[in-house]
């Protein structure tokens, strides 16, 4: 099933980027192209990708002008050669020429973030049930559409923010007097719709929230022998997310565990923008 | 001389960030700490980088908390080792716990464009008058703080946005008829106070640019023999910019071919963040 | 635990309720009050209520005019008597005068839904764990200060919003086949953060809905009766929800089938504004 | 003829609206609907009501998919029996479940006002010229669609805001020096398009007021045989306008005492939400 | 009694005036002038102008850096001759010169407005009632600057938006059908609470305009002896406004004729701005 | 070729102008106009002119109602007479009535800055190179529009903002300790797509600016004979722009010293608005 992106977060994050480029004017579009020229052009992928944003490339040229054409290709998340066509457009020139920029650090961004969560997920062996997921470690300002590149990518969302759900970290526990009692106060203050989450970094700790009735517990910079010892341990009890330390590297064994969840901050923290170029005709 | 950031620009950005995280509130932190319980926490530099963005990270805490104390640590720019302390703040528990997040999301990501940053101009050979600079593919909505961070990175800037100067691409040149018309059609249009830049990717072209009143060329893919042919062809008449295909690894032989300036889209299309973390106390 | 409101969420609001009401200023204010006139102002409860919203008008009179003083009374979630004064201000007359409306017409709405929550909250006899909690029929813009008073009032809030948790409806089960698919379809693609909550209108979808691991499931528009069976059927696999044609009358009853959560809209979709007055000295 | 509701208003509410509840996406709905998937749907009014807001519900459903389509039933002001279809719409699944808690979240209130103002209205006994008008007590940020809904309703507004018209309040009286004063003051400084309404407590207040030339009289808690004196007294030279202590019950009384016009707070303060479901076929 | 400007009023605006001067820094004073340098300088006439504006000037330091200190001059309204210093300020030196520009251009606007206004009231004749207003041909956007600058220039505001008063012009006459009937309309659909006023170009429409019951009747166009006319024929039954065709040099004429209000939209919309320097010790 | 004005400009400032003026309906409008009316209008010049600004009317109409057909006229820059119809609109009546003030309002300015530049561009004598630019002496919010109105106008724009270009000032030259010390720091710092401006009030400045690299001149109230002299002295070396005590008087002799550009604050900060009315058919 296709991932959804509320056009209501995308505009809103496209009339800020389009404020910040040409809020005040393209001084060499203005000067160079005459007023009635009209160009297609072509978002062309020069590396192999994931294909990802072409909705919000869209609402950049329309943002611009109304009146350009956009003709999508790919669909979001396809796996795309180099020199493949993402998506094109047709309309006037200059209109096309003052939205490049900012439509393409939009797609360049999503599909980079796109790209590594799918090399992440291909990192997990074939029949594992272990997911990959990404973490609030968002760039300001984009976590609707990080997110989403995320899923596009075949990962899987963490919480939204501050508010969805409940993930108890070492602060929270020296607070509360212990992982139990912190868990305790969560489970009678927090939304009955919230997950609660609690962050250990020792087994011993992993029995506790058990027993305590987490839902979820995120074993923090553990080995993978100690993973490996958590997932024997809860037994199916709690739904355990392996977090800190992750690389590429270490998926195929960390998902070997069993563990059910890898969250990955690098995904979006990290994620070097795809090369994506505008060719005209 | 130490580099500048508008308030005006980092409040606007803070509370689009706080409102992504934060507003829905904090379900775990108004369940697990008490109302009055107070902390001090240390941000702490995992690995060695390049300080950037405490002013950011102090607007977080006082738009949360207008009495969180904040005391800064090493001023922008300066290199620090793993282990130091980069800022601290001290205040009500809650307001630390609601704003880490952010705070750091700000900051491991202007440290990691300062520190990239800091790296390729490290690369230009001592004496040289080389320039790294940036380039407009920077994060929508976070262009300010970027570029902010390339120059406390000890890199330059290039142009703002669409409004501040003439960068005359190919489209633009085949759509006046030639590098001449499309540098005449500015010179004609353009406010007198932006630079006329024209991108040409032949020596011929590099002529025919610095005939026609070209500010600056950019050489667009050269190779560095060609880059050092352009050098000796515009004998100081123009200020020269390498771009496309730049590599810190190219960036000693590429600056001693004496090209003024090197645009790098890297240093913010592709600034992994930084590893810092918030120590409490 | 006292509630938490972030003031991030407190001025956005604050300041669209300013400019609407003051937005083309006070030209009664101008004309009849001095310049320089100073006043002290107590607001007073005209009816026994529940304690809510101080930090809101107090933001919309450092809003207006920084130089006010504010002086807080009972805490949040304190049950006064009529005549108690909830909070005083001083300060320029003018300023005071031109705040007031917008002051009252918040800490009016948040006391009248703080109010009518405990209402609900001390229906619940002794002894019950049954927890009152809100929806998602909140008013347009207020959901943050809303979902504040039903905690102040003693209540708990159902999910944010449509990212924060699964809720699976009537048109989501026909739509995925049937419940036990929909839920699959939930398991596998929502965040394992959100809980996945399931509405069913018969015993036997219970049945399907705990078989196939839903967190929680919604009892719609179900007799006392019926969740009395229920909750004999989920024997605690499940939490427990009744939803739909609940009347303060039905709390007592309804508790004392052991359901898990009473979620109630009317706190939020039909509390009258709690009476307040604000009065000069 | 019809009221009116600028788009204007009604866009910029709509979007804080949606980012509300759809900022962070749905994922209930992204889990379970299929992207091709289209429905139709009709709100159905479950009670007696006035139709209105149906142009709101049309905005929230364009701001989420401008291809949904919105088909318009009675139109505002209409009352309209329980079953009856308020207005439908049709298009991508998906889209209309996205919208549809925001969508009734406005229309409910909308009619709830709407509805309790037409209590009102029909309360006035026939022949009577006395209007029922609301106050600035309306819910912050909601003021515009709520006026809106008081004139669907049969009402009559009063001042927009505090820079429309003046009111003269005890405070001001005091501060001027009397209620003569006052209204001097208020002539000579504010604009002559506004009105110079004053309120008064006892009918020698009333007097003074007339004499100084104030356009309208505020009777502040009067009973009704004060206000029927009021009305003998003013002789038509005067608009008198009784508040304070009003309810249903008295408003036909009220308005046999001739009273030009009965401001009423309740009707949007109080106004629970109408019961509207949205049936999909 | 001073005139009063909203904080929520001017802040809007300023953050809007600094974001479009500043948003991308001053690469001018980062590079020249050091972080630690300060300076203080004086905003000083240059010509003789009424003083308007300190306030928002104030803001815009403020909101630029809040540890500039700002020393307001002669108040609001008051009369300066050239060489006056209006008000000064004293800070970090980069933070006053990137306030400068945006500070000034208010106040040279506001200071404009406020000079012209007084020309205008200065020509009513002294002992004349007429008051001089403005329109609603204000700059979009600044139109709650500017009728704070005609008040602090000795005129009256006229309303203040589409919302707050009836003017009935030729068109809703020609829609009514008459004047009296487009007066009768509004009367029982307008709020009370606003004032009708009704254009008409003769004198028999200022008949039939008083006969309906107008507050106000605009003449439109007419001469001074059609003005004095209508004076004559109004007999105080009506507020009576001149109207367009309206010249410095005609007021004193038009005041004569005893017209209660001359409304001059050139207040607002032909303002020069006032010459104010700022002067750096 | 014609000028450029980006819609993602033009919206935001039509909104904000729109909010201002509807946000609170109209109650005249509202009142006398059907619902169902229809008309047709016809902006016509009322004065000789320059069109300017046809496209932010056309989204103001829009923008309160996207069925309003809008018909363009003359296209910006045409010289029309009075009498010209320079756009009409055909739509329903109540939301051409309600946009009404709002279009001129930004038209008749707009029109006005073309118009004033044209004059200023036309005193140039034929066969002169010199240019007519504006300042940065904008309306606050309003740059984008006027700049735009500036180029219609004939005029070329100065630099857009603090961040686009350098213009060191004498609080600059004074903090860096001499004018070749500040264009060094200037040289080093600044962007190298930032032209540098220098002002200097004396000859021996020029001198000065030249030799240390400036790329601009500023001759700051100089007089025609010094500023000849500036022009001998520079021989082509650098842009001369001579700013300050610009009188339209003065224009054709200062071009006939041959300075490259003439910058003139009154284009923006003191054009009076252009008469432009809305009849109706």
Redesign the interface.
Known sequence: ?????????ID????????????????????????E?R?TAHAVARRAQIACGARVAERVFM???AAVEFHPGPNDGVRVDETTTLWSVRGR??SI??AE??A???V??MA?VATLTRRYVDAVPAGSKT?I?DT?????????LE??AVRTGGG?????????????????????GGIAE?IA??R????????I?CEVDTLQGLEVAIGAGA??VMLDNMSNEDISRAVGIAAGRV?L?ASGGITLERIPALAQTGV??ISV??LT??A??MDIGLD?E
């Open positions: 099933m296709s991932t959804e992106l509320p056009s209501i977060v809103r994050l496209v009339r800020i980027a389009l404020e910040e480029d040409l809020g005040g004017g393209d001084v060499t579009t203005e000067a160079c192209i005459d007023d020229a160009s943002l611009v002008d020139a200059r020429l003052m920029r900012v393409l650090n939009f360049q961004r980079g997911r997921t609030r470690k968002t760039t300001p300002g984009l976590r609707a997110r989403f899987k969302n963490h919480r939204d923010n501050l508010g969805s759900a409940v993930l108890i970290k070492d602060n929270h526990i020296a607070a509360s912190a106060r969560a009678s203050r927090a939304p009955h719709t919230s997950k989450e839902d979820i739904f997310e059910d969840a901050g690098a923290h990290s070097a923008a005209f």
